[in-house]
């Protein structure tokens, strides 16, 4: 069987409620302005490392819930303690590189914030990077950030064209 050629395709032969449809139709590359929003963003990104993105669109709530609503200051004080809370989680990804990684991470854009105000202030910054520039400022920057990480991070949140084919309804509410 053909695979389709985009996720806009793919996602325009599922139902109306599915959870790709969704997410397709209200946030992939839509521009997020709240930091804690693209900390979110984030955090799901790497925990999609090695599983399916259907996987992590069906945890989402459950992420937001064990991660403090994704405050980007709350995750930044997480001690053992808390890394242990979210290890013995079923409804997250129980990988533990992962959850150091969104701790670190939440602690550097802490660090960022002081020089540029906002995580997003960071990435307004320093776009319009292209891929293989933002993949290297994000290795400098953060954990459990590679390529495709980066990339889909980017993608689904502006940074980066390609989240929407231009005959996609969604391209044209982005692009008017």
């Not at 790709?20 to 990104?45: A, S």
Request: charge should be negative; hydrophobic fraction near 40%.
């Amino acid at each position: 069987m053909d695979q389709p050629s985009s996720y806009c395709a793919y996602v325009h032969g599922l139902p109306e409620g599915n959870v790709h449809r969704i997410y397709h139709d209200t946030q992939y590359g839509f521009p997020i302005e709240d930091d804690d929003e693209l900390f979110g963003r984030l955090v799901l990104e790497i925990n999609q490392a090695g599983l399916s993105w259907t996987t992590i669109l069906n945890k989402q709530d459950h992420f937001r819930l064990a991660y403090s609503g994704f405050s980007i200051d709350a995750v930044a004080a997480y001690d053992d303690v808390e890394v242990e809370r979210l290890l013995a989680d079923a409804g997250i990804i129980r990988n533990r590189l992962k959850i150091l990684a969104a701790v670190h991470n939440a602690r550097q854009i802490q660090e960022l914030r002081k020089e540029h105000g906002s995580f997003k202030a960071w990435l307004d910054f320093h776009h319009p990077l292209d891929h293989a520039a933002w993949v290297k400022l994000f290795k400098k920057t953060f954990r459990f950030t590679g390529g495709e990480i980066t990339k889909e991070f980017l993608m689904s949140t502006g940074y980066l064209p390609g989240a929407h084919v231009a005959d996609c309804p969604v391209y044209h509410q982005l692009n008017t």
